[in-house]
């Protein structure tokens, strides 16, 4: 039996509702990868009927994936949020996206794919501690569009940046108390951008207990371009996460010459590096001591916008694509001699 031709490999990606123009803003971490693989190869979307997702509602969304599914395209589903995709006898070969282990669902069904692509190693030897695969995780790290370059426009030396969700791991409560020390020292805003969630009364009220409330602007969703042009124009940028798989905001930061100042902890230095300053999350003090310093000392700041930029370029979106394609054809060949 001829094995089917790599070159010959085509690829669907799914997505939920069939109004929707590509990946969602969750799914920012693929596409400037996607972007990259589909002038590789053949790509499509394929587009299942949206109905409110819930653990109830995973069972359709299979059949959907049985009745919609190309068998002779290779699936690669983006996101372990997405994991309940998996089916044990699929039309085709699977490969999946995995950024943390955090949900049970992700572990439980995660070996029912052909492949696994980890976001960092951090995340791959979390992956391989608690669920055995018939394959070994790939690690392939993310990217930033190109649009992501350092601005002209000079730096707000009043304007911290935060961007992220309101989740416990993200530590924003931490952050809050952070900057009440710095706000004491200095007259600056911190411009806070993510989604409300159940957790945004709580934050208001510390702020409000902080004194901060009318240093804190909220914003929930901001277009690329505003969110490309906050990078471009704050003085910092502040990552004070207790656990990520990876933290795109990190990369943003530095790719766009953003001074740095990041936690320590979970997959954050294996994409950081000695492109920002890495602390302890639970150590407040020295996070107000070096968000002060960055803010009062040019040299230091420009230094670290430098190591930034540096550390940015060992991220390549063509390099991961490249990547990610090659895993598609060694998953495409082995289906071959089953």
């Known amino acids: 039996m001829s094995l089917p031709s790599a070159a010959a490999v085509r690829v669907q990606y799914p997505i939920f509702g069939r109004r929707t123009a590509g990946f ?8 400037a990868i996607y972007d990259e693989v589909r002038k590789l190869v053949p790509t499509e ?17 299979r059949w959907q994936m049985r009745l919609l599914e190309d068998p002779d395209a290779l699936t690669h589903i983006t996101t372990n949020m997405e994991s309940f995709l998996l089916r044990r006898r699929p039309r085709t070969p699977t490969v999946i996206s995995c950024y943390d282990i955090g949900r049970l669902e992700t572990t439980d069904r995660l070996p029912l794919a052909d492949r ?13 501690g608690v669920v055995k695969l018939p394959h070994e995780p ?36 931490g952050l809050f108390r952070i900057f009440a020390r710095v706000a004491r020292e200095l007259p600056v805003s911190l411009m806070k951008v993510g989604p409300p969630t159940a957790n945004r ?4 009220a510390l702020a409000r207990e902080l004194g901060i409330d009318d240093r ?14 906050m990078y471009r124009t704050a003085a910092v940028t502040v990552v004070p996460s207790f656990l990520e798989g990876f933290s795109m905001p990190c990369l943003e930061a530095m790719a766009t010459g953003c001074p740095l100042v990041a936690s320590n902890l979970s997959a954050i230095p294996e994409v950081v590096g000695s492109g920002g300053v890495l602390l302890d999350p639970r150590d407040e003090a020295a996070w107000a001591e070096t968000i002060l310093r960055v803010l009062h000392d040019p040299t230091y700041s420009s230094d670290l916008s430098r190591r930034g930029i540096e550390r940015s370029r060992s991220f390549s979106a063509e390099r991961s ?3 990610v394609v090659s895993i598609y054809e060694e998953v495409w060949a082995d289906r071959g001699r089953s």
């Open 24 to 31: 969602n803003a969750r799914q920012k971490a693929i596409t």
């Open 45 to 61: 979307l394929l587009r299942l009927f949206y109905v409110p997702v819930s653990q109830a509602m995973h069972p359709l969304y």
């Open 116 to 128: 696994v692509i980890c976001s960092t190693r951090q995340v791959k030897e979390e992956v391989a």
């Open 138 to 173: 790939h690690v392939v790290h993310l990217a930033v569009p190109p649009t992501y370059t350092p601005g002209q426009a000079p730096r707000r030396r009043d304007r911290i940046l935060f961007v992220g969700t309101e989740q416990s791991r993200k530590n924003v409560e």
């Open 201 to 204: 009364p709580r934050l208001a």
């Open 216 to 229: 804190v602007v909220w914003r929930d969703f901001v277009p690329e371009t505003e969110l490309l042009e």
């Open 321 to 323: 694509a490249r990547e």
